[in-house]
């Protein structure tokens, strides 16, 4: 089992930055054997794949719309997986879900374990 809780969320201008973190607690299974993803919902919008991290996190893999301007990484020490988004635009307004999964996958069947989601609103 794996609880995880997505913090950093906000109301920020066009070209700002935001980080947002995603602590997880797990039992069983420890946090680094995992691969982390974050996806994100905008409204009226379909589930959207955003970001991947190997268990390792010497692997990652993002969405065209994001790359270049999205970086995930984690801190296996800390529990912790972080999406670093610069120059944000009005389209990457959403509610933004890390899960934890064993696939290293795009789809959100490859992932067992899912945050309540923090919220991200760009103005433009």
């Known amino acids: 089992q794996v609880q995880l809780v997505e913090s950093g969320g906000g109301l920020v201008q066009a070209g700002s930055s935001l980080r947002l973190s995603c602590a997880a607690s797990?039992?069983?299974?420890?946090?680094?054997?995992?691969?982390m993803g974050w996806f994100r919902q905008a409204p009226g919008k379909d589930l959207e794949f955003i970001a991947v991290?190997?268990?390792?996190?010497?692997?990652?893999h993002y969405a065209d719309s994001v790359k270049g301007r999205f970086t995930i990484s984690r801190d296996n020490a800390k529990n912790t997986v972080y999406l670093q988004m610069n120059s944000l635009n009005p389209e990457d307004t959403a509610a933004y879900y890390c899960?934890?999964?064993?696939?290293?996958?795009?789809?959100?069947?490859?992932?067992?374990?899912w945050g309540q989601g923090t919220q991200v609103t760009v103005s433009s």
């Open positions: 899960a934890a999964g064993w696939e290293y996958g795009t789809d959100r069947h490859d992932y067992d374990y």
């Open positions: 797990a039992s069983g299974r420890t946090f680094s054997g995992y691969d």
């Open positions: 991290i190997s268990s390792s996190g010497r692997s990652t």
